[in-house]
């Protein structure tokens, strides 16, 4: 069984930074691509980031592009989603999730989620 769990969320004003991690366990880390989504309260959950299983590739949201940036510890079974730049209305709960298959870059269909972990994002 596949676990994800978030960490590093809380509250920054705009312009700050944070960074959140996803510890995985459960399986070869190093062989999944994982991504990164985010859910606005009232909203959609909506991709934010995601890397293939070797870190070679990385996509973002144009939303995000330029501000946050995703890369992995395949050693320490961790994904991390370094935000800059900080704005209100990245406030929501982020999500990382990982597909059921692995070494395929990119996922289409993501089977694995965490429980999420909240920022918000004051002004």
């Known amino acids: 069984q596949v676990q994800l769990v978030e960490s590093g969320g809380g509250l920054v004003q705009a312009g700050g930074s944070l960074r959140l991690s996803c510890a995985a366990s459960g399986r070869t880390f190093s062989a999944y691509a994982m991504g990164w989504f985010r859910q606005a309260p009232g909203k959609e959950r909506d991709f934010v980031a995601a890397?293939?299983?070797?870190?070679?590739?990385?996509d973002y949201a144009d939303s995000v592009k330029g501000r946050f940036t995703t890369f992995r510890d395949n050693a320490k079974k961790t994904v991390y989603l370094q935000m800059n730049s900080l704005k209100p209305e990245d406030t929501a709960v982020y999500y990382c999730?990982?597909?059921?298959?692995?070494?395929?870059?990119?996922?289409?269909?993501?089977?694995?989620w965490g429980q999420g972990t909240q920022v918000t994002v004051s002004s």
């Open positions: 999730a990982a597909p059921s298959g692995s070494f395929y870059y990119p996922v289409k269909v993501y089977y694995y």
């Open positions: 890397i293939s299983w070797n870190a070679v590739s990385t």
